[in-house]
C-alpha cells in the first residue's frame, strides 16, 4: 500500500501541530519518524489511524481517500500504540480471538501469526504472566490479525532489555519487507538499526525526508563495541581502516573507522579469535545525530 499525504495542517485551536506536511510512503519500505516532544508526531499518527477527523489536507492509500473512505482505509492499518493497551486477564489465544471478531474475521490466521510473533508456546500463557517483550509480541499479533497493509508503530522498543530488542527488531524487519512500516521512536539507534529510510519532525513541519544509506555515506563510520574483558587499544588499532579507539566505559569501545564497508564482520572475527564474548556491537549514526540536533534546536 502507497500512502501519500498532501498539505496536511492541523491546528488545537490558535496552536498549529501539522503545518502543510506532504510526504509519501511506499510498500516495503520501513520508514523513522523522529522529532523532539511536541513536533507533531502524534498529531500526525491519530491522523492515519482516523483518530483525528478534522484536519486540512488530502491523504490517501493507494486510490482510497482519508475523508471519504476512512473505514476502508482503517481495514488496512494495524497501529501499535505507545502503551501498548491488552487485557492482562486474558490468555494470549483468547485475546488474538477477541481481536479477531471486533475485525469480524471468518478464518484468523492465528497459526500464522503466533508463529510470526514467537508466541506459539505462549498462546495458552496469561497476559499478565508474560515479560513486557512479550507482551510487546502480543501487540504485534493483535496488530497483524487482520493483515494490514500499514504499519504505524508508536515507540515499539522502549523498555526492552537487549535480548527482547534484537527479537522485535527482527520481526519489525520482516514485516517492513512486504508491508509499510512508519515507526515513531525518540532512539535514534532504533531508526539506524531497523529503518530505510527517515522522516525528522520539528515544530509541525518535515525538516528532513532521506533515505540511511544516503546519511551514512556521509558520515565517518563508528562502531560501538563492548566485550567481556578489557583489551588493549594497540590490538583494535590493528583491524582493518581503524583510525582511532576510544575505550568509552570499562569493556566499551569506539572504532572511528576510515571506510564507508560496514566493519562490524571485521570486529567480530576479532573477538573470536580472541576468544571475547561481545556483549553489544551496533554502527553508531554519528551524522543522524548532528543532523537531528542541527535540525530541531532552533
Known amino acids: 500500500m502507497s500512502l501519500l499525504l498532501q498539505n496536511v495542517s492541523k491546528s488545537y485551536g490558535s496552536v498549529k501541530a501539522l503545518k502543510d506536511i506532504s510526504v509519501s510512503l511506499k510498500k516495503g519500505e520501513v520508514v523513522g519518524l523522529l522529532g523532539p516532544n511536541g513536533a507533531g508526531k502524534s498529531s500526525l499518527m491519530k491522523i492515519l489511524t482516523g483518530y483525528y477527523k478534522e484536519w486540512e489536507g488530502q491523504i490517501s492509500f493507494d486510490t482510497l481517500d482519508l475523508k471519504g473512505d476512512l473505514q476502508s482505509i482503517q481495514k488496512q492499518v494495524g497501529y501499535l500504540p505507545e502503551n501498548n493497551p491488552l487485557y492482562n486477564e486474558m490468555y494470549v489465544i483468547e485475546y488474538l480471538k477477541y481481536v479477531g471478531g ?117 558520515q565517518e ?50 573477538a573470536h579469535d580472541n576468544g571475547l564474548k561481545i556483549l553489544n556491537l551496533q554502527l553508531k549514526n554519528e551524522s543522524l545525530e548532528q543532523l537531528f540536533k542541527k535540525l530541531t534546536s532552533a
Open 102 to 218: 471486533l475485525h469480524k474475521l471468518k478464518n484468523p490466521p492465528f497459526k500464522e501469526i503466533l508463529e510470526k510473533t514467537g508466541l506459539v508456546e505462549h498462546q495458552s500463557h496469561k497476559i499478565q504472566t508474560l515479560s513486557k517483550g512479550y507482551r510487546q509480541r502480543v501487540g504485534l499479533a493483535a496488530v497483524l490479525i487482520h493483515d494490514p497493509q500499514l504499519l504505524i508503530l508508536d515507540e515499539p522498543t522502549t523498555g526492552l532489555d537487549p535480548n527482547q530488542l534484537v527479537a522485535i527488531r527482527k520481526l519489525i524487519r520482516e514485516l517492513g519487507k512486504d508491508k509499510t512500516v512508519l515507526l515513531s521512536t525518540h532512539i535514534l539507534q532504533e531508526v539506524d538499526a531497523l529503518c530505510d529510510r527517515v522522516i525528522i519532525i520539528n515544530k509541525g513541519e518535515i525538516v528532513l525526508d532521506q533515505a540511511l544509506e544516503a546519511i551514512r555515506n556521509k
Open 221 to 270: 563510520q563508528i562502531i560501538e563495541v563492548s566485550f567481556d574483558y578489557r583489551i588493549e587499544l594497540v590490538a583494535l588499532e590493528k583491524l582493518p581502516n581503524v583510525q582511532k579507539v576510544i575505550n568509552t566505559h570499562d569493556f566499551d569501545y569506539e572504532l572511528h573507522i576510515n571506510s564507508t564497508q560496514d566493519m562490524r564482520p571485521a570486529v567480530f572475527d576479532f
